[in-house]
């Protein structure tokens, strides 16, 4: 009897123990796959933010390459210009080409422009000053 007893305490002890290791694994897998979760999401967030930067750098560029498309107008049409005969045409189009000009350096993000309408718009150097490249 007091050898089965014995026994009997072993066996309690080894099934705790086995539990207690049963627990510890669990415990740790489950913190692995946490912080497998977590880096995941940390990840998708650093994807979501770069994705943002990309969509600001094509719509920067766009907006400098409008910039320079209507300049280059703008300086065609101040060429035609002096073929204009009529004074008040000649005079309408050279205040359109002055706002066309002052549109243009708006959207230019390289240059500081604002606009009494349209307010002001951020260079480039503002835009990019609070990232870490």
Do not use: C
Request: proline content about 1%; hydrophobic content about 40%; charged content about 45%.
């Amino acid at each position: 009897m007091e050898t089965r007893v014995g026994k009997i305490i072993y066996d309690m002890f080894v099934i705790t123990n086995k539990q207690r290791v049963l627990k510890l694994l669990t415990s740790r897998e489950q913190k692995r796959a946490w912080e497998e979760q977590e880096m995941q999401r940390r990840l998708e967030q650093m994807k979501k933010g770069e994705l943002e930067e990309v969509r600001l750098l094509e719509q920067t560029a766009s907006d400098w390459q409008k910039a320079e498309l209507i300049r280059r107008f703008a300086d065609r049409l101040e060429e035609k210009i002096s073929e204009v005969s009529i004074e008040e045409k000649r005079g309408k189009l050279l205040s359109w080409l002055k706002w066309a000009r002052d549109k243009a350096d708006w959207l230019d993000p390289f240059t500081a422009k604002e606009d009494k309408l349209l307010g002001k718009r951020k260079q480039i150097f503002e835009l990019i000053e609070h990232e870490d490249f």
